[in-house]
């Protein structure tokens, strides 16, 4: 069994391997992964924007489902490997520690997810230290990549399609840090509402959940 926290997957310092001979990065499970730096990411964003203007917040976003999608994949499929065991077996408390320890292991900020409202057909996510948090196109504050890597990293385990909306950014001094709301069509529609209407996160959170 695996306890809630402590749980090192990801995370340990001999997660990843350098081929040589090659010249490639590896998981235990053979996955090659690449390494970038601020700059890259950086220089990446700035050339995008200058490309495609206004569109860039899009496209970050429709990066970061694709990325998402692809990472849940990933996860799930080394999980059950390294475990003898498929992940959607295990219990929840389990795979919200091997998620945040993955999340950290890549390098992806710590992120905290409330599952508890999950009846209500919405998550609560909190990030802290993505990444991306001074990154973005000139004029616009908002986490676009995460936004959709959430969306796309927890809609292959619903295997329903999940809307993601940001509902918090720590660039703009909200109290709560950079926080989401993941959830079907209808109740982002009723998050949006909310946000409109300048509510936090928490309190969006409570409307949508009573």
Not at 18 to 45: E, H, Y
Not at 134 to 160: I, N, S
Not at 164 to 169: H, I
Not at 172 to 182: A, I, K
Request: proline share 3%.
């Amino acid at each position: 069994m695996l306890a809630r926290e402590g749980v090192t997957l990801f995370s340990r310092s001999d997660f990843l391997s350098f081929d040589v001979k090659n010249g490639v990065l590896r998981s235990p499970a053979g996955t090659r992964m690449l390494a970038v730096n601020d700059d890259f990411l950086r220089g990446f964003v700035s050339a995008l924007d200058y490309e495609a203007g206004e569109a860039a917040s899009l496209i970050l976003r429709k990066c970061g489902t694709f990325f998402g999608r692809r990472l849940a994949q990933r996860f799930e499929a080394e999980v059950s490997q390294w475990s003898q065991t498929p992940l959607r077996d295990r219990p929840m408390s389990e795979y919200a520690g091997l998620m945040a320890d993955l999340f950290k292991g890549c390098g992806l900020g710590a992120v905290d997810v409330d599952f508890s409202h999950g009846d209500r057909g919405f998550l609560s996510v909190k990030l802290v230290n993505s990444p991306m948090q001074d990154l973005g196109p000139r004029g616009h504050v908002g986490d676009d990549l995460f936004c959709g890597l959430f969306e796309g990293f927890f809609t292959h385990f619903t295997d329903t399609g999940l809307g993601c909306l940001q509902t918090g950014d720590v660039r703009l001094g909200n109290r709560e840090g950079t926080t989401f709301v993941l959830g079907f069509e209808e109740v982002i529609a009723r998050a949006k509402d909310l946000l409109a209407q300048k509510q936090p996160h928490s309190a969006i959170v409570a409307a949508l959940g009573s």
